[in-house]
């Protein structure tokens, strides 16, 4: 981290020490002894708000660490341990335990084992091995829909409620609980554990990884909201204590990707672009950007995108709703109709109106083109069904059955047409034969 963002959490910490939020200077503090452990500053305000004098004798021995000849420190030293202090070169005579909290607060990811099971996982495990639940958020819509164990859950669940019960602050089961939270669809449950987790024990990286994609929520968090913005904040504290973290680096870009879809497309390609060479192997990140392609017309671009996001996820419902709109965009409407049907059987219970709704207009449209007038009104009646707001849809479904009435009419004109042709014909043979 810059120096400029380690100052930026120190100045933060100073005013929370100072406007007695002793709890949040100490989150804030952390972060920027993590970012900066070679600053003097920050270990000198961490011993203000130290919980007791094992922390404070800490902070002191780091900051003679930095400066033996700091005085006030020497002093602060003598009161400790009623010893003089002796400058040493050995490392471990200033090795004390971790400063978050009290001196086994520290979360449990280090010992690699899943809050769900309990069966062993490595470090940056995306997924429990044994019983399938998610252990890194790269896709909410995947984990609020993965199926594990019900016993699994129960389990869970129960153990560390009554962890809780005992030790409320203890962060392994806030965030335990909280993840396990998540396979059950409690959203807001599980965001209220993962953010008790985030503040109890800062230095964890990926306890503020998933806490910012849970906030973030696949995208559904509205631009410029509090959730988005704290989402933006929690994917840097993750990275500040853990630079080569590539799923935060890639959902960083991702973020920012957003933010800029509406603004300047062409800078939120190369944000998207820069995410997939962080990590290549998430399907959203492929799908949007062959989103911003196909905003632009680029379809080649945009399909190949397409397919790829549903090569690492073939159950990706978005992916197929995109290329079916595609296909209607570039007049393959025949093509569309497969990509169609296959997005609206992949649609996961947890999908936003918008994205339930979308794969039946879409289909709708491709139908259309190619005559198949009475199921295209059928699908876009399941669109208004789902989304009665969205103008596109009725709209839509108006032009479709307004334009089969005109046609319709046409019929009959050309039939009325056809018999005067035939009245006239018979009397001009009527006339000659005389």
Known sequence: MGEEMTDDYLSQGIAAVKAGQKQEARRLLDVAIKAAPNDERTWGWFYNVSSNDEERLRCVKEILRINPNN??????????????FQSSSDPAATKLPPISGSTNDTISVQTLKCPMCGANIKQYDRECNYCGSTLMIVSMEKT???????????SSVSKWKDILKNDPNNPEANYALGLTYLHQRLRDAALEHLRKASFLSPESPIIHYNLALSLFNDGQTKINSED???SIKEIGYALILDPNFREAKAFKHFFTARKLDEINVGEAIKEYEAAIQECSDIAV??????????KLKQ????????FKAIEIDPEFSTAYCNLCLLSF????????IPYGRKAIEAIRPTETNDNQAFPYNNLALCLWKIGQRDEAIHMLQRAVAIQPNNPLFKTNLSNI???SITSWGNVGKLLVIIFVIIIITMVVLVVFQK
Do not use: M, R
């Open 401 to 403: 059955q307004n334009q």
């Open 329 to 336: 965009d570039t007049g393959k409407y025949s093509d569309g």
């Open 285 to 294: 990140l492929h799908n949007n950007l062959g989103w911003d392609y196909h």
């Open 228 to 230: 988005y913005d704290n």
């Open 71 to 84: 005085e006030n420190a020497k002093k602060k030293y003598d009161e400790l341990v009623g010893l003089s």
């Open 299 to 306: 379809y080649s671009n945009a399909s190949k995108c397409y």
């Open 144 to 154: 609020l829909t993965s199926k594990i164990d019900i016993n699994i859950l129960k």
